[in-house]
T-cell receptor, first 117, second 111 residues
Framework: GAGVSQTPSNKVTEKGKYVELRCDPI?????LYWYRQSLGQGPEFLIY????????DSGLPNDRFFAVRPEGSVSTLKIQRTERGDSAVYLC???????????????FGAGSRLTVL | SQQGEEDPQALSIQEGENATMNCSYK?????LQWYRQNSGRGLVHLIL?????REKHSGRLRVTLDTSKKSSSLLITASRAADTASYFC???????????FGKGNQVVVIP
């Protein structure tokens, strides 16, 4: 598509419930990132995919968080047994690393705002 | 942990004035990037400066990089009300595929 698409844009859930957040990256972008942003803070890295595999999942806060990208395009971030502290905006980004400079410029989606009551 | 740390955190200026914000980082970088975020949603890439560059311009934006001090500055000249946003620096580290973001600068341009 023309940009990175994230759904839902807003999700309100109750403590203990399961949540899935979806990201549809720019077509042809092999790298996909999930970040989490709390109010007044910068984006915090969660996980990075290169193709279908999770190349770096060191930012996932605990084993309640999991993400997949089965066909190397759309990705789903899954949060089990949600807690109030999980409330944040979850941002997805994709990139095509610049061949000449090796620079990694990210294109972000609008984010999914998760509120856990 | 966040690599970049911006300073100051909030800036309020009159339209037409210049806005300057700073960012410091801790380790060697491949490049440093600045992003803008409106209304707490998606970030938009503004400008990238490589580790072997000292200054770069793009329209009304001017970025400097001092690798000896591990710091960067972003200058927005002749600010407009539409420049009201949060601005984040992000470092791209050698051998690392993630961007590490700072806490951001909130800039308010008063018409």
């Amino acid at each position: 598509g023309a940009g990175v698409s994230q759904t839902p844009s807003n999700k309100v859930t109750e403590k203990g419930k399961y949540v899935e957040l979806r990201c549809d990256p720019i077509s042809g972008h092999t790298a996909l990132y999930w970040y989490r942003q709390s109010l007044g803070q910068g984006p915090e890295f969660l996980i990075y995919f290169q193709g279908t595999g999770a190349a770096d999942d060191s930012g996932l806060p605990n084993d309640r968080f999991f993400a997949v990208r089965p066909e190397g395009s759309v990705s789903t971030l899954k949060i089990q047994r949600t807690e109030r502290g999980d409330s944040a905006v979850y941002l997805c980004a994709s990139s095509l690393r610049d061949g000449a400079s090796g620079a990694n410029v990210l294109t972000f989606g609008a984010g999914s705002r998760l509120t856990v009551l | 942990s966040q690599q970049g740390e911006e300073d100051p955190q909030a800036l309020s200026i009159q339209e037409g004035e210049n806005a300057t914000m700073n960012c410091s980082y801790k380790t060697s970088i491949n490049n440093l990037q600045w992003y803008r975020q409106n209304s707490g949603r998606g970030l938009v890439h503004l400008i990238l400066i490589r580790s072997n560059e000292r200054e770069k311009h793009s329209g009304r934006l001017r970025v400097t990089l001092d690798t000896s001090k591990k710091s960067s500055s972003l200058l927005i000249t002749a600010s407009r009300a539409a420049d009201t946003a949060s601005y984040f620096c992000a470092t791209d580290l050698y051998g690392n595929n993630r961007l590490a973001f700072g806490k951001g600068n909130q800039v308010v341009v008063i018409p």
